[in-house]
C-alpha cells in the first residue's frame, strides 16, 4: 500500500510517522522503508484488509506515477483499485492469478484495462506485422488470461530490457542457461537483433484484440506506444 491516511490527507510512506490509518479498514498502518523492497505502509498485524492486493514492485511504482496521484490506490468499495482515471480502472499485474479472481476483478471494478509484466507473461510471445496489425503466436500462455472480458495490453517494455541483457551476454552463459530463442543466438545475431528488433517494442503497448484458443493459441493485436496508451487513459478512451 502507497497511501496512508492521517487528518484525512493522504501520506506517503515515513518511517517516522506512528498515527497513520489504511484509507480502506481505517486501522494503524507502519511506514516500511527499508533498502531492499519498495518503500509502502502495512498494517500493524500484518494483515492487509484487501485480499486483491500484493507486492508493490518497481514497476508497479513507475506505472502508478504515470498517474495523478489522487487517481492512484483508489478506494472503491471493499478495495483499492492500482489507478482509476476519469471511470475507467487500471489493474497493473505482475504475478498469476486464478480466473476467478479476474473474473471477480472484472465484475467488480466494470470498466476496466489490464496491463500485464511482458517479463513475466509473455516470454513466449511471438508476433508478426499483418495489415498494420500484428498477429501473434503465444507458446503456453497463461491461460486463465484467455477468459478475460477487459482489455488486456502487455507492457513490452520490461521484455525489451531482458533481451537486451541477453544480447550482452557471453556465448558460454547463453548455452548454459537453455531455453529461449534469444538466448540461442551467436553474438552476431544478437546485434543484428538488438539493432533491428528490440526498437520495434520498447516502449510500446501490446492491446491483444483476439485471441484464438488453440494449441498454441494465437490471434491478432495492435502496438501503440505506452504514451498513446496513458493519453488514451487520461482523456476518458476505453474503446477495445
Known sequence: MRFAEKDGERLLPNPLEKNAICPLCKSGVVGKCGKIKIWHWAHKDNKDCDNWGGRETEWHLNWKNEFPQDSQEVIIGNHRADVKIKDIVI???????????????????GKMKWILNSAVFAQNLQ????????SFRWKWPPKTWLNAISPIYIDMQ???DEWIKFTELPDEEIISSGGGFIKKLNRVERKQFLIKEIPKYSNKMFLIKKVYNSLPCGGWGKLISKEEFIQEVKD????Y
Do not use: A, H
Request: aromatic residues 18%.
Open 91 to 109: 489493474e497493473f499485474q505482475n504475478t498469476s492469478i486464478s480466473l476467478d479472481d479476474i473474473k471477480n476483478r472484472e465484475n467488480y471494478y
Open 127 to 134: 508476433m508478426r506485422d499483418k495489415n498494420g496489425f500484428k
Open 158 to 160: 520490461p521484455l525489451v
Open 236 to 239: 476518458g478512451y476505453y474503446g
